[in-house]
């Protein structure tokens, strides 16, 4: 059992891993349990398990294997996390678990399995089922199989994908396990039952017995259309409400959810496509041509056999599809037209989609073809047009069908309107807008009155089947002429259609949709399209009223297979109902009045034509309170109005009765159900009194009621015509008044255009200026909706008002139109329709276009003309080209009917001439816009070949090509483009300029895409190959289109096409997805659309898409840039666009001027961070690209929405430059007043800048490097830092321009470059300008070179990032650059480097070709030789950079280290000295800093120094004097504009090399020892601490290892580092701003510090730990005492967690808590005790009492219960108040903890002393009384002070401070020498150390509580000295110091080596308090340090082997110092 006891005290999850089976068993048991009581999903819980969960299901115990199964499936239901485990845990099921022999095993993996699939994982689990299919245990292969059947049974076809499965089940059909056999056919049934007959081609091969088996199961499964059982998370409120309604009875949904469920999988999507081309008969094209039919049928029998293949593969069909229509059109023998029909049949089933490029070639002639009365040839012909409709949209060849219905051939019109009741069939209420129907209705109006009985037949069928298709509303208006009688025909015909809709509604809905399925059950179809559409209504009621529920966006599911068609009565009698309300008979007077007596009182109608006004009025009155009083149903609206129209009617004199009369007229209109015909009765009237003074506002708003009841456009038409058909100015004025606000109220839907401008027309020729007013208010209002295209109609207008109607425009500009208020609700469903129409993005241009004037050109494209296109001889093609476009320029709009001219232009675009090629592609462009919409159908035979010449080998055909599809797109969308194999199949072309060009304008436009085109996917391994194309730009151009596949189909679908790839490939391909995985950028949504989501479907959402192309700013996607290509290609003249340009300020400044008072940058809080954070997480854009797209200024745009002036972000993106100029002026403006706003919006701001940079206006780009020299002036004033996100989306732009070709741009730009190191740290912009070197443009790269020269100049080596070996050797590849500027640069830049860093530049550098480095060794000789030359040119260049800055920003540019090398050319063209021009640069910067620091007589000298022996060092005495009093004049500057200074200086304190950290340390020495210039450190604290302790980080892991470091080096640099920090510490208001973090590690580094074994060895170590010991007293001191407190906390709590730490480093930290802790009663009011508590709460957490008891030593619980004690009893019962950060204290032990101390401190309220000995706080008893503790004190004193007893004295000391470790014996110590008080202090130290038996003198010293008394260096012979030195002057011993350690660098001899004077001897003012002497000591040491380095560096000059040893130091640190920069800047830009 000892092995029992042993595990059973282990963890759950180490059980589980568990060798013991029984540990095993009991760790799943504990799980299952646990999991069962975890409620919360995201619980951190489930994540331990993570990773156990593959354990528990493949255990090799098969009874432990089964408890894990049971804890695996709880876990996977229940863990949020679970879905990660996915693949491993199914494969180990299927593995493990299905080859168990218990059947309980194998259910629970199936279950687990299933439940996988639940939590939306089906792919993942599918996937490893499929793998476990090949498996060789049959067991195994069933339990799969049979999981797949479960899975598909629960879910349905939708989760579980058929495909795979059915194309593995003739193999499982072939097995030899009977067992897996017999599984397969239950999963043949399974799948049957889902897909039904889709399911037989895949299977047609399988074993004939097997077939019929499986036939017999098939027939025996129900009819019903099947339902899952069980749902998705996801789906699970779904299924909710399934429930719901099979409660209630309603089982129509499951055909609902049928209905959607089917088009998952279609039998054609599971057949291999089969090649037929190559197998034609050699001479087909030869036999169909010949002369016997025999030959022409054998010809025709071989492809009727081809294809009957059911799928085809993809091919150029044309020349078959041309010789087949030939035989159709042209044969004579009807038998062979019928074969030949045949034939096309079989193309287009076989093709799909792909046929739909010839659909539109073949159907007029089928229709033609129709004249044959033979049945079967009919009958043939039937088949072929229906076939090929179903590959192409009604939409494209509705312009042949329309042509043939004009024929004259009876059966060819009877024919040709059965096709179109058969199209109509096909589509949907969407699918057939009125556009389509209009015209088509048009033609079968004309049918219904043909003389032949079976045309008139078939036209009904076709109106009827319109009528069912798109309901009543959208039909009827045209149908009003139609008598009474052929509309019940119609109707007649509409009901009968049902059936067959009901039949093949689903096939037809299916086919158009693009998931086709042959064969779906009957009655799905019709009841699930009227489910998925009318789910907001339970009931089957009325169809027509559900989508009025949301008239902004219709039904997005499935395809609604039209809203009429669906069975059930109670639709019918609902359409009926609406059809009387719409169209009503008129009614005879008789009947009115009979109607009108039975709702009126009788008084009120015989007083309506009373001679007496009032009884008229009172009548009025009565009539009125009638209405009101009426229901909508029993009201006899046309009755009522007739009444009032009765005599005297609408010539009523009283204006009182009249306004009554009006306002019922109103009430009628509302209330009532009005129909036109009443609206007729009235509107006559109301337009009549509408001019009236007292009556026109009634009349109008009787007329906005009836235009509500009655539709506007109806109502709009009737008022207008009838306005202008009398002549009453007034009158005509106030009707077009009226319609311009109904417009706006009503939105545009509907409205004919053509109409009203005819009316427009006439009121802009009238002679009163009122009506010519109104007419040009309605045309701004038109404006709104119809866009420029508006202005077409008016072009022939005189000059003056043409340009009032301008003006009216530009008013308009910008604005959106108004949402509609009214009319939404009554018409909901031509709402609707129209929402559906917008909605579609297809159609939405189609309406608004239709309103343009369209010239039909056919008749001009001749066969001579298209003759002269495809001529030899190039001449005559151009001619005819050039008459092509002649013909489009003149007629502006055409009609999409343009003959034969697609197919000779599509055989101009591969002409052997260019210039033809280019002349096509403009034609082409010409012809997109001219068309518009209507090119759609055009896309597959003129569009495609436009892609196909992107692969031409010139750059200008190829860029001509891609205007042109671009123009195309605009026009069409992306829809057709994508759809189809077309694009793929252009990929497959292995043509690198067709590749790259594809790719890029692919990249360009998925992302605006808001669906997903469904044949995306198809060129997804197109994409794959172009990813590893040989062609880099190609790789390029597919690796920048990645993502944005990926956005549409989605990582899981692109990772699954990798399948099909090579090993190698795949994984290539796999981590290129996963790289572009993490740059998707988001889904667009709406973008163009977003002004029409309000409208409910009204005109925006169709008119947007048509008035984008023609005008920029109307659509706001193209507001963002001039394009000129894009305005040509428009067809907007480019005067019309300036001349609105100009104009729009002036509406600005009418409208808005009010509104630019306030700010134009509004502060949002937290903006900025969101920002960041959303790129972060991929929700917008990275702002990347190359040139800006579209869709980036839309999401800038979006952005500045909420945080920039609405009039100012008109001006920024507004098309025209000088409005960017304008928005420029007014930010510089601004700049000063709204600092915060300008910070705020940064990212913002320099954003748009950056597209500024793209313009090609010189004047905007001046502006803006205005703007941005005093921006990042003001940025550097405030100190700001530029975040990460800011500069790498606004550098890399900004260096771009510094290639340009202007001198004071170049300029500009590099001032800018200049100030912005003052906000961005030099070493980040290094690599963004090292990026810039790499340019095309040579200019750039050469000044880029230069700019880096001028870095390391200024900062050093340390700004080359990432190293500076990597960034030497990319500079120096540029030596051999074939522009000689750049050749320069890059030699400036390394004689610079070697400036500064000498001869270590030639190993940087690397190896150079012989001449490279010839010429770079020449430039150093001459750099070196000639003192004048180029270094004084750079000391010219230098100012003139940084000229327009002010002086002192000059400065700070150069930075600490001051620009060395300008001033030392500086020094070498002064002095004339040849030696000094010899000098090596950077040994002597430090000399030139103090010759521009000293006094006058100094600077003589200090050369002098040089050249002199080292002896006469001894006369510059006084050197150090005014180095330790001034400061160097950067600080001057630093005092004004610190931070990136100070930012540069303590960068170098982490550096690696300790001269430069030494260095560096001074500087900050200096500042922080002048109280005046101390407080520039302020806001560096945090920063300086962590560079410092990084600093001995580095010491303590590298230096101190380093055996060739001299040891007095980091000596030197400890104290320097220790010396800066009491300097730091001893100034309050600056050490309070250390975070607690930050104290954190700087407490950790120096407790290790002093716990360094190796220190105490070192000569010096004692003092160093001595001064440690001084610093943290002064760090627990001035710190803020939360932060510190909370530090020590944490610290404590690390240490005691760290196994590797040492039990000495934690007694250390708690020291310091005690001594916190005697601090608090002075400090607790200034402690933020929540913060403290919650700390302590969570080290209570962590540490547990019994976990705390359990620790070795019994501090760390004596501690913690020490500082509770504390507080508990500073606070009193208040501090249960400070518990407010602890979230749940009930939980918390440490309240309980309190509570008990408090009840505690009631209980013991008398004995306080005791108390407070026991808790440390060490007050002397209040008894004993002060007199006697000062006599017991005395008299130990002078014991300590007489000879014989002093160590007793000092014993007695000692057990007394032990005791009152508060006790103060400092008045004691202050009379004595300084000697005795050190005396007192180090015996005191001897004897802890005996008695305590610590090994370690320092530890307890530093922080034991008799710190009080600060540590002294230990007295030797020299203390007397001290006496003499009053603090005036410096004893002369500190120069002897001095001196030898000089003569000690030089290698000279000094006898007294072993003497240690300099820490004694620098112990001045003693009168001073002790720290003071101490922190002098340091400060000395460390000006003596600099000293010593100035001599050493010269006595490098002079030894060449110190020289080389320097050096290798160096570069063996080189590694470090980037690698501590590096962690520098992230902790620096981590706290930003």
Not at 41 to 69: C, R
Not at 618 to 646: G, N, S
Not at 910 to 938: C, E, F, R
Request: proline content about 5%.
């Amino acid at each position: 059992m000892g092995d029992d006891s042993e595990w059973m005290k282990l963890p759950v999850d180490q059980k589980c891993e568990h060798k013991l089976w029984k540990a095993r068993l009991s760790g799943y048991e504990e799980a299952l349990k646990i999991f069962q009581k975890i409620k919360d999903e995201k619980s951190p819980e489930w994540s331990k398990f993570l990773g156990l969960i593959k354990k528990f299901v493949t255990d090799s115990n098969a009874v432990v294997q089964l408890k894990g199964l049971e804890a695996a499936l709880v876990y996977v239901e229940n863990a949020h996390v679970a879905g990660k485990t996915t693949g491993e845990v199914v494969s180990g099921v299927v593995s493990k678990v299905f080859n168990q022999p218990k059947a309980k095993a194998k259910e629970l993996g199936m279950e687990i399995c299933l439940m996988y699939i639940e939590i939306e994982k089906g792919e993942a689990v599918q996937e490893e089922l499929l793998k476990g299919l090949d498996n060789k245990n049959p067991k195994i292969v069933v339990a799969c199989i049979e999981t797949l059947r479960k899975a598909l049974s629960e879910f349905g076809s939708k989760i579980i994908l058929l495909k795979p499965i059915i194309k593995v089940l003739p193999k499982l059909f072939e097995s030899r396990e009977k067992a897996v056999r017999d599984e397969a056919k239950l999963i043949a049934v399974e799948i049957y039952r889902w897909i039904r007959d889709a399911l037989r081609p895949p299977l047609q091969n399988i074993n004939p017995v097997q077939l019929k088996e499986l036939e017999e199961e098939w027939v025996k499964l129900p009819t019903g259309a099947p339902r899952p059982a069980r749902f998705l998370r996801s789906q699970q409120e779904l299924e909710a409400k399934l429930e719901q309604q099979q409660s209630a009875g309603g089982d129509a949904e499951g055909g609902g959810d049928d209905g959607d469920e089917v088009p998952q999988i279609d039998a054609y999507e599971l057949l291999e496509a089969v090649e037929i081309l190559s197998k034609l008969p050699k001479d087909f094209y030869d036999k169909i041509e010949a002369k016997k039919w025999q030959e022409r049928k054998e010809a025709l029998e071989a492809v009727e056999v081809l294809v009957k293949n059911p799928k085809l593969e993809a091919g150029d069909y044309a020349d078959l599809v041309k010789a087949l229509k030939k035989v159709v059109g042209k044969d004579t023998n009807v038998m062979l037209v019928a074969l030949a029909a045949k034939c096309l049949t079989g193309l287009a089933v076989g093709l799909r989609k792909k046929f739909g490029q010839y659909a539109g070639h073949v159907v007029p002639t089928i229709l033609e073809k129709f004249k044959e009365k033979k049945p079967q040839v009919v009958q043939a012909l039937q088949e072929a047009i229906d076939a090929i409709f179903l590959t192409t949209t009604l939409q494209n060849i509705s312009e042949d069908v329309l042509a043939v219905m004009d024929n004259k051939n009876p059966t060819i019109k009877q024919q040709t309107s059965l096709f179109i009741a058969r199209s109509f069939r096909h589509c949907t209420a969407s699918t057939l807008p009125k556009s389509l129907l209009k015209p088509f209705c048009a033609a079968l109006l004309k049918h219904i009155n043909d003389s032949a009985p079976e045309v008139r037949d078939a036209a009904f069928e076709a109106l009827g089947t319109a009528l069912k298709v798109v309901g009543e509303k959208a039909v009827n208006p045209f149908l009003a002429d139609v008598d009474k009688l052929k509309l019940d025909k119609i109707k007649e015909c509409s009901e009968k259609v049902e059936l067959v809709h009901g039949k093949k509604a689903g096939l037809a809905a299916d086919k158009k949709d693009f998931k086709p399925v042959p064969g779906r059950a009957a009655a799905s179809g019709a009841a699930g399209d009227k489910d998925t559409k009318d789910a907001s209504a339970p009931k089957p009621g009325p169809l027509k009223k559900a989508p009025a529920a949301k008239p902004g966006g219709p039904p997005k599911k499935g395809k609604p297979a039209a809203q009429g068609g669906t069975g059930g009565t109670g639709t019918k009698s609902k359409k009926a109902v609406e059809t009387k309300e719409t169209v009503e008979p008129e009614l005879s007077i008789e009947v009115c009045e009979e109607k009108a007596s039975a709702v009126l009182p009788a008084t009120c109608i015989q007083l309506l034509d009373s001679s007496n006004w009032k009884e008229r009025l009172a009548c009025m009155e009565e009539f009125q309170k009638a209405v009101e009083l009426m229901d909508r149903t029993e009201m006899p609206c046309q009755a009522l109005v007739r009444m009032l129209a009765k005599k005297p009617g609408w010539k009523e004199t009283n204006f009182q009765v009249m306004q009554m009369k009006l306002h019922i007229v109103a009430l009628i209109a509302q209330k009532g159900n009005f129909s036109k015909t009443s609206a007729q009765i009235v509107l006559d009237g109301l337009v009549d009194k509408i001019g009236d003074v007292k009556c026109g506002n009634n009349a109008k708003e009787a007329m906005t009621a009836i235009a509500e009841a009655c539709v506007l456009p109806w109502t709009a038409e009737q008022v207008m015509s009838m306005a202008f058909s009398q002549k009453n100015p007034k009158n005509q004025s106030e009707t077009l008044n009226w319609l311009s606000n109904a417009i706006k109220e009503f939105g545009f839907s509907g409205l004919n255009v053509k109409a009203f401008i005819s009316n427009v027309k006439t009121a802009l020729a009238a002679t009163n200026p009122a009506v010519r007013t109104s007419a040009i208010t309605l045309l701004g209002v038109m404006y709104l909706y119809v866009g420029p295209s508006l202005r077409m109609f008016f072009e022939d207008e005189k000059p003056a008002l043409l340009s009032q109607i301008d003006a009216e425009f530009e008013k308009m500009q910008g604005q959106n139109p108004p949402a509609p208020t009214r009319g939404i609700s009554k018409h909901s469903t031509s709402g609707t329709d129209e929402g559906e129409d917008g909605d579609e993005p297809d159609d939405g241009g189609s309406d608004a276009v239709d309103l343009l004037p369209r010239t039909e050109i056919s008749d001009k494209i001749t066969s001579e003309l298209v003759s002269k296109i495809g001529d030899k001889n190039w001449k005559i093609r151009k001619e005819g080209l050039d008459e092509v476009a002649a013909i489009i320029n003149e007629a502006k709009f055409i009609q999409p009917n343009i003959g034969e001219l697609p197919t000779a232009l599509k055989g101009r675009l591969n002409d052997s001439n260019k210039i033809l090629v280019q002349q096509t592609l403009t034609i082409l462009q010409q012809l997109a816009v001219a068309m518009g919409p209507n090119i759609k159908q055009h896309v597959k035979n003129l569009g495609i070949p436009i892609i196909t010449v992107l692969g031409d080998s010139k750059n200008n055909v190829r860029s001509a090509a891609l205007a042109t599809v671009n123009a195309w797109a605009e026009q069409t969308g992306m829809k057709e483009w994508l759809e189809g194999e077309d694009l793929s199949e252009e990929l497959k072309k292995e043509n690198p300029f067709l590749r790259q060009e594809l790719l890029g304008w692919l990249a360009e436009k998925l992302p605006t895409l808001r669906s997903t085109p469904t044949d995306l996917i198809l060129c997804v391994p197109q994409l794959y190959s172009c990813l590893e194309d040989r062609n880099g730009d190609v790789r390029k151009k597919a690796q920048d289109a990645l993502p944005f596949f990926m956005m549409h189909l989605g990582y899981e679908k692109m990772a699954k096409a990798t399948g099909k790839l090579k090993p190698t490939s795949k994984d290539q391909v796999l981590a290129m997805l996963e790289k572009a995985k993490a740059n998707m950028p988001a889904k667009p949504t709406a973008p163009a659309k977003a002004t029409s989501r309000p409208v409910g479907g009204s005109a925006p959402a169709k008119f947007q898409p048509a008035s984008a192309p023609a005008e920029d700013s109307v659509s706001g996607t193209l507001d963002s840039k001039p394009d000129p290509k894009k305005a040509k290609a428009l067809g907007v003249s480019s005067k019309t666009k300036t001349a609105q340009g100009k104009k729009v300020p002036s509406k600005t400044s009418l409208k808005e001027d009010d509104d630019k008072s306030g700010p134009i940058f509004i502060v949002v809080p937290n903006g900025k961070e969101q920002r960041m954070k959303d790129e972060k997480g991929l929700k917008v854009l990275k702002w990347n690209f190359t040139t800006p797209r579209d869709e980036y200024i839309e999401q800038l745009k979006t952005q500045m929405s909420s945080c920039v002036a609405k009039w100012l972000q008109d001006e920024m993106f507004h098309s025209d430059f000088q409005h960017h100029n304008k928005a420029l002026a007014v930010m510089v403006d601004h700049l000063e007043s709204e600092k915060e706003g300008v910070i705020g919006c940064l990212d913002l701001i320099l954003k748009w800048v950056t597209l500024r940079f793209f313009d090609t206006n010189t004047s905007v780009l001046m502006k803006t490097l205005e703007y941005l020299k005093l921006l990042f002036t003001l940025l550097s004033d405030e100190e700001y830092h530029l975040t990460e996100n800011e500069a790498s989306s606004f550098i890399p732009y900004l260096i771009l321009k510094v290639g340009e070709p202007k001198d004071v741009i170049r300029k500009d730009v590099r001032a800018i470059l200049n100030r912005m190191c003052l906000v961005y740290p030099a070493s980040k912009m290094f690599p963004f300008i090292m990026e810039g070197t790499k340019s095309k443009n040579s200019k750039q790269r050469a000044e880029c070179l230069e700019e880096l020269g001028c870095l390391v100049e200024s900062y050093g080596m340390n700004v080359c990032q990432p190293t500076p070996g990597k960034a030497l050797k990319e500079i120096a590849i540029h030596i051999g650059d074939r522009d000689n500027a750049v050749r320069n640069a890059a030699l400036n830049t390394i004689v610079t480097v070697y400036n500064v860093h000498g001869d270590q530049v030639f190993k940087l550098i690397g190896t150079l070709s012989e001449k490279d480095m010839s010429m770079l060794e020449e430039r150093i000789k001459r750099s070196a030789k000639r003192p004048s030359a180029a270094p004084v040119k750079q000391v010219e260049e230098k100012p003139q950079r940084t000229q327009s800055i002010s002086s002192n920003t000059n400065m700070l540019r150069k930075g600490p280290a001051e620009d060395m090398s300008s001033k030392l050319n500086q020094a070498r063209s002064m002095s004339g000295h040849p030696e000094a021009a010899q000098m090596v640069r950077r040994e002597f910067q430090l000399d030139l800093d103090e010759i521009e620091n000293d006094s006058g007589t100094v600077r003589c000298e200090m050369p002098e120094l040089v050249q002199h022996k080292l002896d006469d060092i001894f006369e510059p005495v006084l050197i150090p004097e005014p180095k330790i009093r001034a400061v160097s004049p950067h600080f001057d500057d630093m005092h004004s504009n610190t931070a990136s200074t100070i930012n540069f200086i303590i960068s170098q304190v982490a550096s690696g090399d300790i001269n430069t950290s030494i260095q560096a340390l001074t500087q900050i020495d200096e500042v922080l020892r002048q109280e005046d210039k101390a407080e520039a450190m302020s806001g560096h604290i945090d920063q300086f601490l962590i560079a410092t302790f990084m600093q001995l980080r580095l010491i303590y892991n590298t230096h101190m290892a380093d055996e060739k470091l001299e040891k007095d080096e980091i000596i030197k640099l400890y104290s320097c580092i220790i010396g800066n920090m009491i300097s730091l510490f001893q100034i309050e208001s600056l050490a309070r701003e250390a975070s607690t973090g930050v104290l954190k590690d700087l407490m950790h580094g120096l407790i290790t510090l002093m716990l360094d074994s190796r220190i105490e060895d070192l000569e010096e170590g004692q003092q160093v730990v001595r001064s440690v010991n001084l610093l943290v007293v002064k760090v627990l001191e001035k710190s803020d005492q939360t932060n510190i407190l909370s530090a020590l906390l944490v610290l404590l709590q690390d240490s005691l967690l760290a196994t590797a730490s040492s039990p000495k480093f934690s007694e250390l930290v708690m020291k310091c808590l005690w001594r916190m802790v005697r601090l608090l009663p002075d400090t607790i009011n200034s402690i933020n005790l929540d913060r403290i508590l919650l700390d302590i709460h969570i080290f209570m957490k962590v540490f547990p009492k019994e976990k705390l008891k359990q620790c070795k030593s019994e501090f760390p619980i004596r501690t913690l219960k020490t500082l509770l004690h504390t507080l508990c009893k500073l606070k009193g019962p208040k501090i249960l108040d400070h518990l407010t950060m602890i979230d749940n204290k009930n939980e918390s032990e440490l309240e309980a903890h309190l509570c008990r101390m408090m009840k505690h401190s009631m209980d013991q309220t008398g004995s306080k002393s005791d108390k407070e000995t026991e808790k440390g706080a060490s007050r002397i008893d209040e008894k004993s009384s002060k007199a006697k503790v000062n006599d017991f004190l005395a008299e130990i004193f002078k014991k300590i002070g007489s000879k014989e007893n002093t160590k007793e004295g000092l014993a007695e000391l000692y057990e007394y401070k032990k005791k009152y470790s508060d006790a103060d014996i400092e008045p004691f110590l202050k009379n004595s020498s300084q000697f005795f008080q050190s005396y007192v202090e180090r015996g005191l130290r001897v004897i802890e150390m005996e008695r305590e038996g610590k090994g370690r003198l320092p530890t307890s010293a530093g922080i034991s509580p008799q710190m009080e008394v600060t540590c002294v260096p230990t007295a030797t012979s020299t203390v007397s000295s001290l006496g003499n030195t009053n603090g005036e002057e410096v004893g002369p011993s500190v120069y002897l110091e001095r001196l030898k350690i000089l003569r000690q660098r030089c290698g000279l001899d000094n006898t007294k080596q072993d003497d240690r004077p300099p820490l004694t001897s620098l112990l001045s003012k003693p009168a001073v308090p002790t720290v003071a002497s101490s922190t002098d000591m340091l400060h000395s040491k460390l000006s003596q340090l600099r000293e010593s380095r100035e001599q050493h560096q010269h006595s490098d000059l002079d030894s060449n082997q110190t020289r080389s040893s320097g050096a290798t130091t160096t570069s063996s640190s080189t590694a470090n110092i980037d690698d501590l920069k590096k962690r520098l800047e992230r902790i620096k830009s981590s706290r930003k």
